[in-house]
Structures are given as structure tokens and as C-alpha cells.
């Protein structure tokens, strides 16, 4: 890049957020409940649930692509829950989750990346002046995405699933942001190909100082680029905290589960992960309605009676961070499975 | 680079060169284009005047005077057509027209916006349809005095409402791409992603829509000048010369031939042009062309039975699948082999590309079309499976293989309840009485641990989650007692929670039964936890077969230890990953000798000189590489 490094200066907050969506005639889901949490400028903040979580919603009510019915989204100073597109800040981009259907396959890439820079007054700033300065900018962008420009005269259809999601980052880019939201960015693609556009992000995400929530089901992914994590089940945080003590050391019981349930790459670890998460795996029960309870009681090996019947708020956890969990202080000790994995062959380093 | 260079410079050529190219864009526009010159030129072009009688060669057959011969009163028939032309081609000019102007922006507006407006257009739409269009001509015909402008314009109003509905649906369809939303969150304004992203999209709809409506409106307009309704005569109209020759067609049948013909010909042309030039706008910007090629017949694999009493459950030798594509035969498989008995699970490993789904379904001879096996065996308990009838696959698949797969919903049938699907299958399997095979799908559910088996049987498939899904296709596959189940990445669409409990089950019912499982997975994890052998494959070929602990500790072929590595979990947090550089070359792009030889870090110049065979290394451990010492010594 030719200009100086951009860098957030702001900080998306996301306050007792709650999203309902309409289900049919007056009856309404709750899709996200009570969500609170912060993106510092500069940070990698992620969240991580499995379908139903609400993960993906906490992104569309940033974005503007979810109904907010309570709570706060703000990113620094401007109110994010009533702006008009045309409002919408341009610090503020996203990158999808598949390659496919996130470019126009009537448009080259060339295009779609300088449309932006053509659009508006942003763009004019951001040196979109003339067609010389936007070509320049899109091919400087290419080659940042690692795509080349000579990618800018061929169309999606003639892109790998990798090369896409390169340039779906390249046009979130495009325009200088300071906070990009990654929604399941990496879950569609294989995992040589994932492994780049995790380096891509991550190189990008120090190099610009951009902020970033990244959202996905993945604990591997998300452990590997956050620095601090949110796990959401049915809607509610379940934990926070730093990735290190989230993933090492969970203290909810829903956390400990998603681990347990993550196959390790690893014969040995994994053997004595699947007979830890088998002796804990209490007989299938129904779901039990949301309301007052703990969303996870009906799964939980330690379940008690109050679970049931008290909604368990925020707290701070025995590792450092935050657990809604009435047992969390009386939870056995959780053994470190991430520190005990062995390096694989050309694993980890020391 | 080079395959997408190529498909870069094939984007590049325009609509119109593409068009000329084929041939039946060719044809018909070349055939459309000279009449509409012919018909604009008639002055110069026509042999003579159309009104122009000549009462002593009244109803010619074609002369070197007159090339299509005379009519009643001895009007050169050429001349009348061409003349009669510019009336109809500018009548169905104005009504394509007019029909464009109400039906596109009414269409991609409503279906963008949605909401009232959208309610609002539709219901409209509704209601022209509903007037009967006839009608209103002959109104129209009487209040602007036979006017066939005013006539074709109300025509390609009232006819819009079809247009109108298919533009919205595609609009719609289009509204919910993510890039939509991105170019929303760019901040482009409504008006332009309308106009940039929706109306491009939109584009086939609209050229069928026209030429389609181009030719009802020629039929339309032609006979309203049967009838007479068009500009009076002596004044030339396509419709009016077939009436005057209806009248004379005993006399002479001739003439109706040439106004006939054209009118046949100039319908047929619009139809297949539209056809045309949408396949050929759609090419510009999709790699394959969009066109499925017609299926390639399978070459006879000479049926030989293996002698031996109990041979290998599975057998896999040396097979090769070629996939027909527009851009020629594709061979996605190459020289597959490996053996699986009774209670092993084998692991199929690899990345999209690498031919790991393609050899499941080959298995299980359910291939795509297009796709056919060009060499090698597949033998299930010494049976070749390649060369059984249909019937021989039918009762092998039901009952001894079975398959699960990725998407369980798509198995079920969403129409009827899931204890009647169930049954079904059952009652395939053996003569059971209704009650005795309700009472098996309890048990089968009740084997997949489903909580309640009665009330899920009760249940309609979009009633159940995806978990419980997959546990129902489990319990169908296993109605038939299979020896052999091929699970196609029975786990990848489920939660990681889902997941571990239907792996548990898995491994369960294996252990209680005995069957094979033949698993295709790209999750590293999944082959740990529940595989006892693995092969590993990469661009169509198996690169590395061995047991599964050989795999993880010493593995070797730098293939899998690149794509072991390649973990997020294998990596310390937020520091690169080490990435395999590239991707998995397609079909055609693969270099020559070993196929990973461009990504691989330990590549030599040996390795591009010829094929790699399979070498072993240690019992049961294969591996495609010729370097093995090096790596071995790597460490």
C-alpha cells in the first residue's frame, strides 16, 4: 500500500442487545437475548456458537440486516440500529460467508472493486479522483489480497472458492475500514485453502490495524484469531473471556462441551477426549424453553434444580473471564486438552 | 494461472462475435436481419410497385418477373410482402417496446423493493391479466381507426403482466445475494445497485420474454389484419395477403406459400434467437458455459470373476472416471485402488477437487450424466460391481451397501411422515405384515438413540432437526442390515456437537454389527476419532494409504503432512499458519508426474519426469512419492 496505515479509532459496543424475529401471525423467536459485548479499536474479537446460537444475527444487527428490538449498537459515537443505507458508515464493511453467491458474476472483479470508489464522496476521498487514480487503487488492492491484477478483467466464475473469498476481502477493503465483521468467512473452504485466508486476514488485521469481529462455529478458528472470545448458545453468552482462557480452560459447561466435542487431529488426545465427553454426556432430554433457566440445563452434566428455574447472569469466571453459569466456582478442574495436544508432524512450535 | 488465463480471454469476447459463431445464432439472426433490411429498403428493394395492378397476370406462379409470382390482380407478391413487412416489424418493434417500458422497471422495482409496492404491482398485474386482451383490441382497433400502433402498443401493455412476473421473480431471487447486501453496506445508493447488480441478472428473462412475445405479437398482429381490423387495402399487410390468398385457394394454393412461409419462418427465428443470445450473454461470465453435455456411453468392463472362497469385502483397482464438460472429457479419478473389510472404517481424505466424493459414488454407480468409468474394477465380496445389471445394484444397495450422506434431508421425502417412509423401506427388505414393520422402524429409531421413536415416526421430515435427520437416514440405511455402509461426509453440515454424538453412534452401531465403513471426510478430527485406515487423495489420484496411526505419526507423503499441519489447531495463535501455497489443480491444469509436485516444498526435478506409482513402505502403507527417505529423515 502507497498511503498510510489506516487505523480504528473507534469502538463498536453492543449492549443487552435482543433481536426477535417474526414467526408467522403475533408469535415471535427470540433469536438474540440480552447480548452484550465490545470490539476495542484494533482488536479481534470473536464469537462463537453453533446454528441457532444467534452469532450470525449479533452481525446482521450491526450491518443493519437484523431487526433490533432492544439494546444498544453503537460504533463510537453514531447509533448503528436506525441509520438509512445511505447512512450507514463506510468504516464499517463485511465479509461473507460464501464465495459464491457474495460477487455479482455479471461484473468483473475490476469493476466491483472500483464501484465503491465511484459511488460516493468516500470515494473520492479515499483516492477514487479519476479512472488512472480507481484503477490504481484496485490493483494495488489485488496485489494486497494476493490476487494480481491482472484478476481484475475476469469475472467470479473463473475464481477458485479461495480466490473469491480474496476478493470478497478486497472489496471490504477497498474503502479504508476500520472494523470488518467476518461472518463465517473461512467455513466454506477447504482447509489448505482456509489456512491462506486465515494468514490473509490475520496479516491484514495487524498490518492496518483494523478491528474485527469474527464470527464462527468453529473453537479451532476462532482460537486461532481472536484474541478474545464470546460463546453464544440459543441466543445468551454463555462465556467470555480471552481466547487462551476460553478455549484452554473453559469454565461454562457448554464451553467444555463444544471442546470436548471438537475432534482433535490427534489419535491419543482425541481418544482420551471422546471418553471425557462420553462420561459426561448426561441421557438425551427434551430442550427446554428459553425464560427463566439456564438454555443449556436441559444438556448439562451438573444441572441442578436452581438451573432450571433461575436465569444465571454474567459473572466473572475462575480463569479471568466471564461465565453465566451458577456453578461455575463448583465445576471439577478442566484438564488442559489444547496444552496437551502433541505437535503433529511440522505442528507447533515450542 | 494458465486455465484461468484462458478462460479470462474467452470472457473477453463480445456478445455478438459469440453470437455469429454458433450456428443457429447464425441462421436466424442472419435470416432476421436481412428481412428487417429488405422490409426498411422496400423501396429500393422491391421488383415493383405493391399496389401496382396488372389484370393480364393475375395469380402467377413465381417467373423471372416476378419472383413470387402475382396475386389476384396481378400484384407482385415480393414486392406486397416486404412492403407489408415494415407495417409488422414496426408493430412488434412498438409492442416489444411498450412492453418493456411498463413490464422491467415496474418488475425489478417491485421485486427489490418488495413490501406494499410490491403488493400493490402484483395485484395490478392480477387484474390485467385477468381482462381478456382480445376484447380491448377490437376497442382499441375501433376508437384510434385501425390503427396497428395503437393496437400492438395496448397489446405489449396487456401482455407486459408475464413479463412483469418473471422479471420480479428474478429480482427477488437476486435481492437476496450476499452481494447485494455488500454493495448496500458500500453505500451505493438503491438506484444504483438496481441498475448495476439487479437489472444484469435480469437479462435472460428479459431477451426469452421478448423474442417469445416478439413472435405471439407477429401471430396477433397478423391476424387482426385477417380479419381486416389492420390499415385498409389496397394498403399490404402480411395478414391481409393471406386472407386475399384463402380466397383464391382453390384456384391457385400458391399463393399462400409465400406470406405463409415467411410469417412461420420470421416466428420461428425470433424464438430461437431469444434462446440464443441469453446462452450466449450467460457465457460471458460463466466459466463452464453453463451447458451440461450429453451423457458418454460406459465402456464395457469385461466381467471376471476373482477365484478365492471369501474375497475382500471392497475392492478398489486402478479405477479412472472421466467427466464429459463442455471444454472437453475431464478425468477426475485416476489409478484409484485400496481394499476395505469387514469392520474396518476406511477414511477418505482430501480436498474438494481431490475425487473423494466421485469415488463414493462410483461405489455405489450413482455418477452423475455426464460423468463414466473409463478403466479398473470395483469388486464387493467378488462381484463386479461395474458390470451388474440393474436389478443385481438395486438388491446389492438396499440391502448390503448402504449410503449416507451429507444433506439427510434431502433422503426424506418431506410429504409424508417419517414412520410411513421408514416402513416402506423395511417392508423392501422383507415380507413384513404393517405391524411387524412398525414395529421394526421403532426399533431402528430406538437404535439410533432418537428420544421419543414414537413421536418422531410420527413426525414430518421438516419437523426434526438436522441431527435427527441424519440419525433417520442412519436408521433407514440400516434397515437392510448393510455389510458396507458409505457414509459421504455424513458429519460436515452439523454441528460440532451433533457431530461427536453421531460419530459415537456410528462407532457404536459398527461395533455391534460388524459392517465396513467407507467414510469421505475432509476433517482431520473425524479421521481420528472413528477411522481405523486412511487413504488420502489429491487431484484424482490416492496419494497415501495406510493405518490410521502410520498416518498421524509417520506419515509419508508431504501431501499429508502439509494438510495435517494446516490446522489452525496445529499453529500458534495469530502467527501464520503454514499454508500450502496454490490450490488443488483441476482436471487439464495437472502438471505431469507427480500432481503435487507445484506445491510441494521437498519437489526435485525427478519428480516431473514420469508417473509416480504406489511404493510401499511399511505392511499396509503406501505412499505417491519417490522422495520418502528425505521426508523421513525431515522428521
Redesign the interface.
Known amino acids: 500500500m502507497n498511503t498510510t496505515v489506516p487505523s480504528a479509532t473507534a469502538e463498536l459496543v453492543i449492549d443487552d442487545l435482543h433481536v426477535d424475529y417474526a414467526i408467522g401471525h403475533r408469535k415471535r423467536r427470540r433469536a438474540v437475548d440480552g447480548v452484550s459485548l465490545r470490539v476495542p479499536p484494533g482488536r479481534a474479537v470473536g464469537v462463537v456458537g ?2 441457532g446460537s444467534g452469532k450470525s444475527t449479533v452481525a446482521g444487527a450491526v ?3 437484523a431487526p433490533v428490538s432492544a439494546g444498544a449498537v453503537r460504533y463510537g459515537t453514531t447509533d448503528l440500529r436506525e441509520l438509512g ?2 447512512d ?1 458508515p ?1 468504516q ?3 465479509v ?1 460467508q ?1 464465495p459464491y ?7 468483473t472483479l475490476g469493476y ?1 472493486l472500483a ?2 470508489l465511484r ?2 464522496a ?1 470515494g473520492t476521498e479515499r483516492g477514487g479522483r479519476g479512472r488512472e487514480s480507481r484503477t490504481a487503487a484496485v490493483d494495488a488492492m489485488l496485489e494486497r489480497v494476493g490476487l494480481g491484477p ?1 484478476a481484475a ?11 473469491r473469498q480474496r476478493a ?1 476481502i478486497a ?2 477493503l477497498i ?1 479504508r475500514p476500520e472494523l470488518v465483521i467476518c461472518d463465517e468467512a473461512v467455513s466454506a473452504l ?7 485466508i ?2 490473509l486476514l ?2 491484514l488485521q495487524q498490518d492496518l490495524g483494523l478491528s474485527m469481529l469474527f464470527i464462527t ?5 476462532v ?3 481472536a ?1 478474545e472470545i464470546v460463546v453464544l448458545y440459543r441466543g445468551r453468552i454463555m462465556e467470555s473471556g480471552s ?2 482462557s476460553v478455549c484452554r480452560t473453559p469454565s461454562h459447561p457448554y464451553t467444555q ?2 471442546v ?8 491419543a ?2 481418544r482420551e477426549r ?1 471418553a471425557r ?2 462420561a459426561l454426556t448426561p441421557p ?3 430442550l427446554s424453553p428459553l425464560g427463566d433457566a439456564c438454555p443449556f440445563a436441559h444438556r448439562c452434566p451438573y444441572a441442578v434444580d436452581r438451573c432450571r428455574t433461575e436465569r444465571p447472569l454474567l459473572q466473572p469466571s475462575p480463569h479471568g473471564g466471564r461465565v453465566a453459569c451458577h456453578r461455575a466456582h463448583e465445576l471439577p478442574p478442566w484438564p488442559h486438552m ?1 496444552e496437551e ?1 502433541p ?7 515450542p | 494461472m494458465t486455465a484461468v488465463a484462458r478462460a479470462g480471454r474467452a470472457a473477453r469476447r463480445g456478445v455478438l462475435p459469440a453470437l455469429v459463431r454458433s450456428p443457429r445464432g447464425a441462421v436466424t439472426g442472419g435470416f432476421l436481419l436481412l428481412l428487417l433490411l429488405a422490409c426498411a429498403l422496400a423501396p429500393v428493394s422491391a421488383p415493383a410497385d405493391p399496389l401496382h395492378q396488372d389484370l393480364h397476370h393475375v395469380l402467377q406462379l413465381p417467373t423471372t418477373g416476378h419472383w413470387l409470382g402475382t396475386d389476384s390482380l396481378g400484384r407482385d407478391v415480393l414486392s406486397r410482402l416486404l412492403y407489408g413487412g415494415r407495417s409488422t416489424l414496426v408493430g412488434v418493434a412498438e409492442g416489444v417496446a411498450a412492453q418493456l417500458l411498463v413490464a422491467v422497471p415496474l418488475g425489478v422495482t417491485a421485486g427489490y423493493l418488495g413490501g406494499r409496492f410490491d403488493r400493490i404491482v402484483m395485484r395490478a398485474a392480477d387484474l390485467v391479466m385477468s381482462v381478456p386482451a382480445i376484447v380491448i383490441l377490437l376497442a382499441i382497433l375501433s376508437i384510434f381507426d385501425r390503427s396497428i400502433t395503437a393496437a400492438m402498443i395496448t397489446f405489449g401493455v396487456l401482455g407486459g403482466s408475464g413479463m412483469l412476473r418473471m422479471v420480479r421473480g428474478t429480482a427477488m431471487a437476486v435481492r437476496r445475494e450476499l452481494y447485494v447486501s455488500a454493495a448496500e453496506l458500500l453505500g451505493l445508493s438503491r438506484t444504483q445497485i438496481v441498475f448495476r447488480h439487479i437489472l444484469p441478472r435480469c437479462r435472460g428473462t428479459v431477451i426469452v420474454q421478448s423474442s417469445l412475445f416478439a413472435a405471439v405479437s407477429i401471430g396477433v398482429q397478423t391476424g387482426l389484419t385477417f380479419i381486416g381490423l389492420g390499415p385498409p387495402p389496397p394498403a399490404p399487410t402480411w395478414g391481409g395477403m393471406i386472407n386475399e390468398s384463402v380466397l383464391t385457394v382453390t384456384e391457385d394454393p400458391w399463393l399462400l406459400a409465400p406470406a405463409g412461409v415467411l410469417i412461420a419462418l420470421t416466428v420461428l427465428a425470433l424464438g430461437i434467437l431469444g434462446d440464443v443470445v441469453r446462452d450466449v450473454t450467460a457465457q460471458s461470465h460463466t466459466s463452464s458455459g453453463g451447458l451440461l453435455a450429453k451423457p458418454v456411453s460406459r465402456r464395457a468392463v469385461p466381467p471376471r470373476m476373482l477365484p478365492g472362497p471369501d474375497p475382500v469385502l471392497l475392492s478398489l483397482r486402478d479405477l479412472a472416471v472421466s467427466f464429459r464438460t463442455p471444454a472437453g472429457d475431464a478425468e477426475m479419478l485416476t489409478r484409484v485402488s485400496f481394499d476395505l473389510d469387514s469392520g474396518q472404517t476406511l477414511g477418505l481424505v482430501g480436498e474438494s477437487g481431490s475425487g473423494k466424493s466421485v469415488t463414493a459414488r462410483t461405489i455405489l454407480r450413482i455418477l452423475d450424466r455426464n460423468g463414466t468409468v473409463t478403466a479398473g474394477t470395483v469388486r464387493f465380496r467378488g462381484r463386479d460391481l461395474l458390470s451388474a445389471g440393474q436389478r443385481e445394484l438395486e438388491e446389492l444397495r438396499g440391502s448390503r451397501i448402504a449410503l449416507i450422506s451429507q444433506e439427510p434431508m434431502t433422503a426424506l421425502d418431506p410429504s409424508f411422515r417419517i414412520g410411513a417412509q421408514l416402513r416402506e423401506i423395511v417392508r423392501r427388505h422383507g415380507k413384513l405384515s404393517r405391524r411387524d414393520a412398525d414395529r421394526r422402524v421403532r426399533e431402528l429409531l430406538a437404535t439410533v438413540e432418537l428420544p421419543d421413536p414414537e413421536e418422531i415416526a410420527r413426525r414430518f421430515p421438516f419437523q426434526i432437526s438436522g441431527g435427527m435427520a441424519q440419525r433417520v437416514a442412519i436408521a433407514a440405511a440400516l434397515a437392510g442390515s448393510p455389510e458396507l455402509l458409505v457414509a459421504d461426509e455424513p458429519t460436515t453440515a452439523l454441528d460440532v456437537t451433533v457431530q461427536a454424538d453421531i460419530l459415537a453412534l456410528l462407532r457404536r452401531l459398527q461395533r455391534e454389527t460388524g459392517m465396513a465403513v467407507l467414510i469421505v471426510t475432509h476433517d482431520w478430527g473425524v479421521v481420528a476419532d472413528f477411522c481405523t485406515h486412511v487413504a488420502v487423495m489429491y487431484a484424482g489420484e490416492v496419494v497415501e494409504s495406510a493405518p490410521v496411526a502410520e498416518i498421524f505419526d509417520r506419515s509419508a507423503h508431504p501431501y499429508t503432512r502439509a494438510l495435517i499441519a494446516t490446522s489452525p489447531e496445529n499453529a500458534t495463535r495469530r502467527t501464520p499458519i503454514r499454508a500450502i501455497g496454490g490450490s488443488v489443480p483441476p482436471p487439464g491444469a495437472r502438471p505431469s508426474g507427480c500432481r503435487f509436485r507445484d506445491r510441494c516444498p521437498m519437489a526435485e526435478e525427478d519428480c516431473a519426469e514420469r508417473e509416480i506409482p504406489m511404493i510401499g513402505i511399511r505392511a499396509g502403507h503406501r505412499s505417491r512419492c519417490i522422495h520418502t527417505k528425505a521426508l523421513e529423515a525431515h522428521g
Do not use: C, W
Request: hydrophobic share 30%; charged share 25%; net charge neutral.
Open positions: 453453533e446454528s450491518l443493519g440486516l443505507r445511505r450507514r463506510q464499517i464493511q463485511a461473507f460464501d453467491s457474495s460477487l455479482d458474476p455479471t461484473k466491483t464501484e465503491p459511488s460516493h468516500a491482472e478483467n475476469r469475472y467470479p466464475a473463473q475464481f477458485s472458492g479461495g480466490q470478497s472489496r471490504a474503502l477447504d482447509l489448505s485453502v482456509q489456512a491462506q486465515l494468514n490475520l496479516e462455529h468453529d473453537l479451532s478458528v482460537h486461532h484469531i484474541e481466547a487462551e462441551r463444544l470436548m466435542s471438537a475432534p482433535a487431529r490427534d489419535i488426545v482425541q471422546r465427553r462420553e438425551p432430554a427434551r489444547y495436544t505437535a503433529g508432524p511440522g505442528g507447533r512450535q
